[in-house]
């Protein structure tokens, strides 16, 4: 088998960078919120002198994997550091997401992209979030401005680095990226129907909108064991986000102020979003929780053409703003378009239902979301933790949470509103009714939780949070049923499996049982479809053909691995079976692992098989392929959408699907051109911490820590990502001694 990594370069290598200021440097075109084109003035002395003295206080030390330990005075000069070393690692991810979370995608990638921006700035005005950093404290202003000025401190000292769009970064834009969570809640507005309400015409909901389309669950695993169930008597914590491949940046950012905490910030993100620091640890999980609500309203239209809209028993005007975007055009031009959007009380108005204009409300509490996701960092302890999450400003996430003191914690998303649980919030609510209004948000104390259980672990899957805790879970009964809309999956299970009935945990049995091969809902579907086998009379022409596949299947033991054969006839076996149900199964209001197991027919079961090996037959030349063959980890250039060709190097990876209940996740598929699946979302950063009188931890980032495929650190850490053979975190500065490729001042 071919191997992507690179063994002709040594990890070890100077980062190299431009070093020092250039006289008369320029940073071109400040970043204006409509993305007006304009060059901005030459850079004024103030700014290389603050820069410089900034620069002055940070030292990066980039360990043999190529991670960079951010070491300032202060807390600003922390971060500005922190943001210094990843644009060094991947400026274009840092802009990208800048460009995405400020609704100017469309100004580098042209007039497709102006309805994603439109459903941005519905919620995100750059001149409201000017006034609320101007009115934020001072501490985390001082913290926005060193965000800022590494930046463009490094768009200084590297003039080789040509931004797309923003070529000067201001303050206040971190406010329109506050939390770490991918997309976040605002992905759930259907881009076809904004596009239909606001350009007039009809245009259908995507198959993948619909939810149709077989995908990989986004999310994550966290899981946290106490003390109780461990060898050696320390807590221990479980980091595995499932995020699409090089999101994050794994950094170490240090500070005399207390500052000193490991693991993945989101690129252009000045806060460590999933990690730990020598005292506690966080492991955020996309939460099924259903706190982002359509409210139905009906719409009265006036002689004059304005619009009005029945709350009670009074009209209430809609309001209306102008919205104006940049787009790039064919010849590289600038052009604008303007929208007149409309919005209630209740929020923007995203969409039509028959007759009734559907307004979307979410979280919008931009300053007190980056004070939580900052302070969280320095947290000491669990009491600590909540009292920074008294802010209630994380609105999507499930937190696993440990500390040095032995406290364990599952904890649910804070930003909840009160409803009044008669409605059903999981379809649009009637907007007229002021009953259906939020009430307020709950208090911290009535949300379902599990604190230090009796049953010594916590976890959570992106499943429902009634098994959270095994026994000790909270009960559904309890609480309104807005509490949980995501049901169970096959990881929930899988996670029980390998936790129950043991109380020796160590770091590498936590490793061991985050990797573990066994797959629960083929365990539950596979014996379906060799009973169904079974059940076909001799001599049926199916029940020959199928015989061999049969048979593989029969004595499978359900574990994935890179030889495999029976785990590539399983997956495709799944996959023909999933997409022609998957209609059915919405229509019926079941979870697709439910309707596969109760309502697929045998029929159905017998004809998906007979599509899978045919198409494995197809494409490999027989229906018992490896499944390391097939499933395949690329990277081939640091662009943020891949490029994948089977004639290129690429390495197996042995893990699955989550969808298929495996732990260590690998969301893989064909693209144009390809017969093997490459993956691009998965297991991204994973993390192992035991909080012992002195930290110990283990960690893996997909691929690398550089974006630059010239980097020795671009593909370095591919064997150990899909072996699941996490490499030591160096925390310590003893640590790091023997470790160090180069240790510099930003700048130089």
């Known amino acids: 088998m071919d191997d992507a990594k690179n063994k002709r370069l040594s990890r070890r290598r100077i980062l190299g960078g431009t070093a020092g ?166 992905e759930r507005v259907p881009l076809t129907q904004l596009e239909a309400f606001y350009s007039k015409r009809t245009i259908e909901m995507t198959d993948e909108e619909r939810g149709l389309l077989f995908r990989e669950p986004s999310g994550s695993n966290g899981i946290a064991i106490a003390p109780s169930h461990t060898r050696d008597g320390n807590a221990l914590l479980l980091i595995n986000p499932h995020t699409s491949f090089f999101f994050r940046s794994e950094q170490h950012v240090t500070s005399d102020e207390g500052l000193n905490v490991y693991g993945a910030a989101t690129w252009g993100q000045f806060f460590i979003y999933q990690g730990f620091n020598a005292n506690t640890g966080w492991m955020h999980t996309s939460s099924g929780v259903d706190n982002v609500d359509e409210f139905a309203e009906t719409i009265v239209t006036g002689a004059d053409g304005s619009h009005s809209y029945r709350y009670g028993d009074e009209l209430r005007p809609v309001t209306t703003k102008k919205i104006t975007l940049s787009y790039r055009t064919a010849d590289g031009r600038l052009a604008r378009r303007s929208f007149t959007t409309l919005a209630t009380h209740h929020g923007p108005i995203v969409r039509e239902v028959d007759g009734k204009w559907i307004a979307f409300a979410l979280m919008n509490k931009p300053v007190e979301a980056l004070q939580q996701s900052f302070l969280r960092t320095k947290t000491r302890d669990y009491a600590d933790f909540i009292r920074v999450a008294d802010f209630k400003a994380n609105s999507s996430n499930n937190t696993l949470f440990a500390d040095s003191k032995g406290g364990i914690a599952f904890l649910m998303p804070q930003f909840m509103p009160i409803r009044d649980d008669r409605f059903d919030y999981r379809k649009p609510v009637d907007g007229s009714d002021p009953t259906t209004d939020w009430r307020g948000l709950h208090s911290l104390e009535s949300l379902p939780q599990a604190v230090n259980p009796k049953n010594g672990w916590a976890f959570n899957a992106n499943n429902w949070p009634w098994t959270a805790a095994g026994a000790d879970s909270p009960d559904a009964a309890d609480y309104p049923r807005y509490f949980d809309q995501a049901g169970e999956n096959p990881r929930g299970p899988q996670v029980i499996r390998v936790m129950t009935g043991r109380t020796d945990f160590t770091p590498q049995t936590l490793i061991e049982a985050a990797f573990d091969p066994y797959l629960t809902a083929f365990a539950r579907l596979v014996p379906q479809l060799v009973a169904a086998w079974d059940k076909l009379p001799a001599g049926d022409q199916q029940k020959a053909k199928l015989a061999g596949p049969i048979g593989l299947l029969r004595g499978w033991d359900y574990k994935w691995g890179a030889q495999s054969t029976a785990t590539s006839l399983a997956v495709f076996w799944g996959e023909a079976l999933w997409a022609p149900l998957s209609q059915a199964a919405r229509d019926a209001g079941m979870s697709m692992w439910d309707y596969l197991a109760e309502r697929a027919t045998d029929p159905q079961r017998l004809a998906a098989l007979e599509t899978a090996a045919d198409r494995l037959t197809q494409d490999f030349g027989s229906w018992q392929v490896p499944w390391g063959e097939i499933n395949r980890f690329q990277r081939n250039d640091g662009a943020v959408t891949q490029t994948f060709d089977d004639a290129k190097p690429s390495s197996p990876v042995p893990f699955t699907s989550a969808q298929w209940g495996s732990l260590a996740s690998f969301g893989a598929r064909r693209y144009p051109g390809t017969k093997r699946y490459y993956g691009t979302s998965g297991n991204s950063f994973v993390a192992v911490v035991e909080f012992g009188p002195r930290l110990r931890a283990w960690a893996v980032t997909a691929g690398g820590a550089s974006g630059h495929p010239d980097s020795p650190h671009f593909n370095d850490q591919v064997e150990r990502y899909a072996s699941g053979n996490l490499r030591p975190v160096y925390f310590y500065p003893e640590d790091l001694k023997g470790h160090i490729e180069r240790s510099y001042k930003p700048g130089k």
């Open 21 to 186: 200021l250039a006289a008369g440097a320029a940073v071109a075109a400040a970043g204006l919120p409509s993305g007006a084109a304009s060059a901005a003035p030459a850079q004024t002395p103030p700014d290389h002198a603050r820069w410089q003295q900034q620069a002055a206080h940070v030292t990066i030390t980039r360990d043999d994997w190529g991670v960079p330990h951010v070491v300032g005075k202060t807390d600003a000069h922390a971060v500005f550091g922190m943001m210094y070393a990843q644009a060094e690692d991947d400026f274009n991810r840092v802009e990208r997401n800048y460009l995405v979370s400020l609704g100017r995608l469309a100004e580098a990638e042209g007039e497709g992209a102006l309805w994603q921006d439109l459903r941005q700035r519905l919620f995100i005005d750059p001149e409201e979030l000017k006034r609320d950093f101007a009115n934020s404290p001072a501490w985390l202003r001082e913290l926005m401005q060193a965000w800022a000025d590494g930046l463009n401190y490094y768009l200084a000292t590297h003039p080789e680095t040509k931004p797309r769009v923003i070529t000067r970064f201001e303050p206040w834009m971190p406010l329109s990226f506050s939390e770490g969570s991918i997309g976040g809640d605002i």
